[in-house]
């Protein structure tokens, strides 16, 4: 069934899909009244009729409404920024398993370092990525996917949350071994190509934040986050 979100809720027992959707669902998927679809909104999967339909605006009946399928945790990745379209596919895997939020983080070992403007022209692209992987894994919800921060500000968000953890190839403890908040929001730093620098390191630490380690074994940046994640996930009873 298709699935799309809305950023109105039910009004009357009906709700309504605007703008490009809209038109996906007229032109696109070529669906006709009668025909049924789900929106999301606020965490609620609604199950719809198609009763009005045009490039402009879709009308659906409410039949039905169930909680969406959203972790119990709410994890915010904080992604160094690595090179090439990786973090595309960073972002892709993060939304499919539950992250809420993705920040870019600028460290001082990324090797891609774009100015503001440029990256802000490629933001559209990511957030389309996190919509559309939001779609096709079942989520509830669109996680937001931000601009560029620095380090000291990844530091001071990561810091105010229920945990913090940061991956560091030079040690730490194991995923296992951590306690998580039940129901608490999680911050997850993961390096660039080619990691933290070790003050990095320190100020993480000086700041609250736990280092983790995810083994002898050298993981690529793009693929950290997706195992860590998978890990936390499973620990967390959420996989």
């Not at 009308?59 to 969406?68: D, F, G, T, Y």
């Not at 090179?83 to 596919?89: C, I, Q, R, T, V």
């Amino acid at each position: 069934m298709p699935r799309f979100f809305s950023d109105l809720p039910p009004e009357s027992g009906y709700i309504t899909i605007a703008g490009e959707d809209a038109r996906h669902i007229g032109r696109s998927l070529r669906m006709a009244v009668g025909e049924k679809i789900t929106v999301c909104h606020g965490g609620t999967d609604y199950r719809c009729a198609l009763e009005k339909i045009s490039d402009a605006e879709v009308s659906a009946r409410v039949i039905s409404s169930e909680k969406s399928c959203e972790p119990s945790i709410c994890l915010t990745l904080y992604q160094a920024l690595p090179k090439a379209d990786k973090l595309e596919f960073i972002i892709q895997k993060a939304v499919e398993l539950g992250a809420v939020k993705i920040v870019p983080v600028m460290t001082r070992r990324c090797v891609s370092r774009p100015d503001g403007e440029k990256f802000s022209r490629k933001l559209e692209r990511l957030r389309k990525i996190a919509l559309e992987a939001a779609k096709q894994s079942g989520r509830g919800i669109i996680p937001e996917v931000s601009g560029i921060i620095s380090f000291e500000k990844c530091l001071d968000e990561v810091s105010a949350l229920d945990l913090g953890l940061i991956c560091y190839e030079k040690g730490g403890e194991r995923l296992k071994e951590q306690k998580f908040p039940e129901g608490g929001k999680i911050g997850l730093i993961i390096g660039s190509e080619g990691g933290f620098d070790p003050e990095e390191a320190k100020s993480a630490v000086n700041r609250g934040i736990k280092p983790i380690w995810l083994g002898d074994r050298i993981l690529r940046c793009e693929t950290a986050p997706v195992a860590a994640i998978s890990v936390i996930m499973n620990l967390t009873d959420n996989i």
